[in-house]
């Protein structure tokens, strides 16, 4: 038998009024795959990320986590809209990091590690602190745990923010667009923390990037999205050396010139 897959979207669809910005999506991604997700603006790709965490409702279909419906559960042998309990069990095992940091402005780098494995997890003090400290250091910032969020860059404030979604120990991590928000010379230490991350932990990652020539190279996949699609996925190799879709050669030929 094959393994279920980690992520399962099965004919999902988003809707805000008349616009469709998801059209009937399905995409299933391996337990420790690495996809890239690609396109341009409006093609729904945050969308995606923003629905595994719950962060937007579906309007049809089922997302599966781990074998588990993640906005439904089971009754009586039907899907039927779940509870909140149930959602965020099966949330607990994912992760995200957001384009703009989203860190507690008022905590500092260690704080803001610990607060969640405390008051969501119930971890003790002294365990989150020890797991916030291996964490920062796994990201380069042992030295600035007592720091705020005002006194660091805004490559290390993403860097602790992805100490901060590790410390909930998920089995899933998201990045939307990480690193746009960033000066260009900060946007390799946030990158080299990701494929640091991808090579010594066993985790599904699923990322929504601007950055071609890091998708080419990280990647085990990528989708390439429009209009609420996808047009075109395959190995990095396949999809950015000889694109099938004319669509995905346009955006590439557009991103490449402009890059």
Known sequence: MTEQPMVRFANVSKRYGALTVLDGLNLEIARGEKVSIIGPSGSGKTTVLRMLMTLETINDGVIWVEGQPLTHMQRNGTLVPADLAHIRKIRAKIGM?????????????????????????GMKRADAEARAAELLDMVGLSEKKDHYPSQLSGGQQQRVAIARACAMRPKIMLFDEVTSALDPELVGEVLAVIRKLGREHDLTMLMVTHQMGFAKEF?????????????????????????????????????????
């Open 97 to 121: 990091v957001f384009q703009s940091f989203n860190l507690f402005p008022h905590m500092t780098a260690m704080q803001n590690c610990i607060e969640a494995p405390i008051t969501v997890l």
């Open 219 to 259: 990647s085990d996949r990528v989708c390439f999205f429009h209009a609420g699609k996808i047009c075109e996925q395959g190995p990095p190799s396949e999809l950015f050396g000889a694109p099938k879709n004319e669509r995905t050669r346009q955006f590439l030929h557009a991103v490449l010139e402009a890059g």
